[in-house]
């Protein structure tokens, strides 16, 4: 199972993304010569989402995406909202031509999570698993909203759930973990601090009748994740 957190050259294909997405030229002028990004685009796909499970005993490949859904993020919220179709069906197709997958095999589960200035239904929405993006975004994406942030955000808890799908994955194992976000994790202070800050009325006492009652930081989410 492979965890992008931090990918350069990720980083570097989101403007090329963006371009197939909106059906934009991906050529480029590069040392004074025309190059297709595209080509890169597709190959950055493969190199991560290659790895010999793919090509033997893994039939079913699930993809969660966790977005960070606080304040600042509104604007790339709203861009995942209008291309999540077309950049879910150039990553399948990529995909489909791995040998052993079958285009009905392929899920992906999308959740928001924020920070703990939030109430406890908003620090973390799930949508279902899906195999068509049109159903991502009409039964969840069309209805998710920015709120809350709280400088580092509540990456743990994200994480969490992330383990809990390894854990309850009925045979279908968790192969990839993706996460969108422009804010570093809740540090262990961070989530001692604003679980029971003077000024947040979702204090520690509110956490504890929730089922997020128990702490959880992300340097042991993370781990359990390797």
């Known amino acids: 199972m492979e965890l992008q957190l931090r990918h350069?050259?990720?980083?570097?294909?989101?403007?090329?993304?963006?371009?197939?997405?909106?059906?934009?030229?991906?050529?480029?002028?590069v040392d004074g010569k025309e190059v297709d990004k595209k080509a890169e685009f597709v190959e950055h796909l493969l190199e991560i989402n290659r790895g010999p499970q793919l090509e033997s005993e893994l039939k079913v490949i699930k993809v969660l995406v966790l977005i960070d859904c606080t304040s600042s993020m509104n604007q790339l919220l709203l861009k995942t909202r209008s291309c999540v179709d077309k950049m879910?069906?150039?990553?399948?197709?990529?995909?489909?031509?791995?040998?052993?997958?079958?285009?009905?095999?392929?899920?992906?589960?999308?959740?928001?999570?924020?920070n703990y200035n939030v109430e406890e239904a908003k620090l973390l929405e799930v949508s279902n698993w899906e195999s068509k993006p049109e159903k991502l975004k009409q039964n969840f994406l069309n209805s998710l909203e920015v709120s809350g942030g709280w400088g580092n955000e509540a990456i743990e808890i994200a994480l969490a759930h992330a383990n809990q799908e390894l854990e309850n994955d009925n045979g279908i194992p968790l192969s990839m973990v993706i996460i969108i976000g422009d804010a570093l994790p809740n540090s262990r202070d961070d989530v001692d601090n604003k679980r029971n800050h003077h000024k947040n009325s979702f204090n520690e006492a509110y956490w504890r009748k929730t089922k997020y009652r128990e702490k959880r930081y992300f340097d042991s989410e993370l781990k359990k994740l390797e």
């Open 88 to 114: 879910f069906n150039e990553a399948k197709k990529v995909l489909l031509e791995m040998k052993g997958i079958k285009e009905d095999l392929i899920l992906m589960q999308i959740a928001g999570y924020r």
């Open 8 to 29: 350069a050259k990720g980083y570097r294909m989101i403007d090329v993304a963006m371009d197939l997405a909106e059906g934009k030229s991906t050529k480029k002028v």
